[in-house]
């Protein structure tokens, strides 16, 4: 039997405990400057911006005049856009991952697709809005309406809301459906009252991840031409609109021509935090709900 030193075992054990402080430091260090920075991004925004929110603001029109300008206009784009994206992410999104997870075929052609879908959800999202432009917006002649930029951002975040439904899918104990089966249940009833249910939370999750990304993009509607001018309140899904993202890349332009563009984009930010703080709200209370539940 090979003699073991116990000096060199103890000389190799602090080496790793010495490894792993190390890195543990190094991983606080950088968790520390991250959330420096961001505190220090939300401090100047709120310095900038909050003495500008008042009723006014909130819902007036948009306006070459600094101090007349409002945003109404943008919040209510912002909401129909998520109206179009919310539902056409989530039925495709979730019906695409039921697929590839519980009916297709093992194989290649599944293998490809699978490794297709993760790799899309690392592409730059300006190429999602050429891709806008070219189908939406031109061959099918939508022109730059909401219905076409809600396409367009559904297609930017299809890929995340799948993964994330296959992962909660494959979670689901495997025991639970082979009971359904078990009483007679058919794989479409197992699915609907048995795996979706408690596979809901971890949809939703990603949901929300994937919806939190969609509300904040500018690229990809700059891309396909949403304007930035005094239009009238979109009241449906055909009509031309601006989104809070939009507003805030123009007035962070126009602040080189009149600083007090700069106020009014830490204020547009300001507000569209707290609608993106409400909508993830709602859609964690109604995930928590269904948690509860299964």
Not at 30 to 39: E, H, K
Not at 127 to 151: P, S
Not at 159 to 182: C, D, K, M, N, T
Not at 201 to 221: F, H, K, N, Q
């Amino acid at each position: 039997m090979k003699h073991v030193d116990s000096a060199q075992v103890q000389k190799r054990m602090n080496g790793r405990i010495y490894k792993n402080n190390t890195l543990k430091g190094i991983f606080f260090l950088a968790t520390l400057f991250g959330l420096i920075v961001l505190g220090l991004l939300i401090y100047r925004v709120l310095a900038d911006g909050i003495s500008w929110i008042d009723w006014d603001f909130i819902i007036g029109r948009l306006s070459t005049d600094a101090n007349r300008a409002g945003i109404m206009g943008a919040i209510l784009g912002t909401v129909w856009l998520m109206a179009v994206v919310a539902p056409v992410t989530l039925i495709i999104g979730i019906g695409t991952a039921i697929y590839l997870e519980l009916y297709a075929k093992k194989g290649r052609l599944q293998a490809l697709i699978q490794t297709n879908i993760a790799n899309l959800a690392g592409v730059p999202s300006i190429v999602y809005g050429i891709l806008g432009l070219t189908i939406f917006v031109r061959a099918l002649d939508f022109g730059n309406i909401i219905l076409a930029g809600g396409f367009t951002l559904s297609l930017l975040v299809l890929p995340i809301v799948i993964v994330a439904a296959q992962e909660a899918i494959r979670s689901v104990p495997q025991h639970l459906s082979e009971a359904s089966y078990g009483m007679g249940a058919t794989k479409w009833q197992t699915v609907k009252n048995i795996i979706l249910p408690a596979a809901l939370p971890g949809i939703l999750t990603g949901a929300i991840l994937a919806l939190s990304r969609a509300i904040g993009e500018t690229a990809p509607l700059t891309v396909i031409g949403i304007p930035a001018l005094i239009i009238p309140f979109p009241g449906g899904i055909f009509d031309k609109f601006t989104a809070l993202p939009m507003q805030i890349y123009y007035w962070t332009l126009d602040s080189s021509l009149v600083a007090e563009y700069a106020n009014l984009a830490a204020a547009t930010i300001v507000v569209l935090l707290l609608l993106l703080f409400v909508l993830n709200s709602v859609a964690i209370i109604i995930r928590n709900k269904f948690q509860h539940r299964y």
